[in-house]
């Protein structure tokens, strides 16, 4: 159901898309982060849509936020940049700040004036995050910080951490307590190049040595880290979800706009029999991930529990990413193995949904301990 804030903010995100989608090629050739882009997305009221005005944000609902993923989600770097501010950062600092929390970071996050980064991953402990070795000591006055994360996104470019470190070693994952860091309190950061897509979205190691955080920077409760973290993931689902239908939509229409123009055998592809069933096997993937995030999320709306429906939506919809970038490579032909069509960064920035936030795998064991009440993780 969309109601016409849902229809302006696609609209808007179209329009601003007309000039920074192609401006964004440019940042994606030399892994450089669009810094203005980013101030424009934050102008638009684009990484704080479901924020209060009063705390800075543009006050609409979490539909909202999914109608301006799906538009942006054939421009992966960005997209990405809108899900970790607000459904990494924002979504927990809401859920779990204190009021000083809240006003202290969610205004400037919301408006885009600074970033924010989610710091779970460490090079040990990826799907099995609740191993992870990063230490948090009382030292009588403030917290001590000690570890490293790795593969963490806007990690040059946050201004504020969220951290998961463990506060009592021997708890295991009740032992894990989330912290919100600051660059200025003595963070340092490398950058991660070489990947596969997302190339004009930031990744970086975070280092923590002996960083000095006081307890007010706790986020919820000493050893509830690991469940906010599990908490924010089930958001963060749902959202990587409406990305993947976004990328479908975009490599479909490329794909139509193809096969309309291109000729062989005396005709366009779009009449033979074998090109149409990739565009209908396109189009099935794309709508049955569609009405997937949407379960997930009308669940999650109504304050039901969603974890299920945001693995569900989470694997199908970043599998089936794959598949449509894939046939819209195949439609196009050899032309499609080119970055000069667009449908070559489709399909590089279509592989790491399947990976991040969870892999398929962890989607999978998830979806089983739902169905089975036995967890089949270690
Ligand atoms: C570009 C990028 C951005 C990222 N951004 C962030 C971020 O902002 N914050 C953050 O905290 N993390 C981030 N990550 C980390 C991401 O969430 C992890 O890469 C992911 O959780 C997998 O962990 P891993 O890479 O260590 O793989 P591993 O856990 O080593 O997994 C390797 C393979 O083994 C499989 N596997 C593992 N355990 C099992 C099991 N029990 N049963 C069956 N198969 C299993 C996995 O599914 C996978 O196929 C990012 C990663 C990338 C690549």
Redesign the pocket.
């Known amino acids: 159901m969309e109601i016409p804030e849902h229809k302006e903010i696609r609209t808007l995100a179209r329009r601003f898309l007309e000039e920074a989608g192609p401006e964004l090629k440019a940042y994606e050739e030399k892994e450089a982060f669009p810094w203005p882009l980013v101030e424009r997305m934050g102008a638009l009221g684009f990484l704080g849509v479901f924020v209060p005005e009063e705390l800075g944000g543009a006050g609409l609902d979490f539909f909202a936020y999914l109608a301006l993923l799906e538009e942006m989600g054939g421009y992966a770097s960005l997209r990405?940049i809108l899900s970790?501010q607000q459904s990494?950062v924002l979504t927990p600092l809401l859920a779990y700040g204190t009021e000083a929390q809240k006003r202290r970071y969610v205004p400037r996050l919301a408006r885009g004036e600074v970033l924010g980064?989610?710091?779970?991953?460490e090079?040990g402990?990826?799907?099995?995050?609740a191993s992870l070795s990063t230490r948090a000591h009382w030292d009588g006055e403030a917290y001590v910080l000690e570890g490293q994360?790795?593969?963490?996104?806007?990690?040059n470019v946050a201004q504020v951490f969220l951290i998961?470190a463990k506060t009592d070693p021997e708890a295991g994952a009740k032992g894990i307590t989330s912290f919100l860091v600051e660059r200025e309190d003595g963070v340092k950061t490398a950058p991660?190049k070489g990947?596969l897509?997302?190339r004009a979205?930031d990744?970086g190691v975070v280092f923590l040595d002996g960083v000095r955080v006081p307890k007010e920077r706790i986020l919820g409760r000493e050893g509830e880290g690991f469940r906010i973290a599990l908490a924010t993931l089930d958001t963060g689902r749902i959202s990587l979800a409406a990305g993947a239908v976004g990328l479908m939509q975009r490599a479909l229409d490329l794909s139509l706009a193809y096969v309309r123009e291109r000729r062989q055998f005396g005709k366009p592809l779009a009449g033979f029999q074998l090109i149409q069933a990739h565009l209908a096997e396109m189009k099935l993937d794309l709508e049955a991930s569609r009405l997937l995030t949407y379960q997930a999320a009308w669940k999650k709306v109504r304050g039901e529990r969603y974890t299920l429906e945001a693995s569900l939506a989470k694997l199908y919809a970043s599998e089936a990413a794959n598949r449509v970038a894939y046939r819209a490579i195949q439609v196009h032909g050899g032309y499609g193995f080119f970055e000069e069509y667009e449908v070559a960064r489709l399909y590089r920035d279509a592989r790491?949904l399947t990976?991040?936030?969870?892999?398929?795998?962890?989607q999978?064991?998830l979806i089983g301990a739902h169905l089975t009440g036995m967890r089949?993780?270690?």
């Open positions: 990405s970790v990494l980064a989610f710091g779970l991953t090079p402990a990826g799907s099995d995050a994360k790795t593969f963490i996104s806007h990690g998961f991660l990947k897509g997302l979205a990744t790491i990976l991040y936030e969870g892999t398929s795998e962890v999978k064991l089949a993780f270690a």
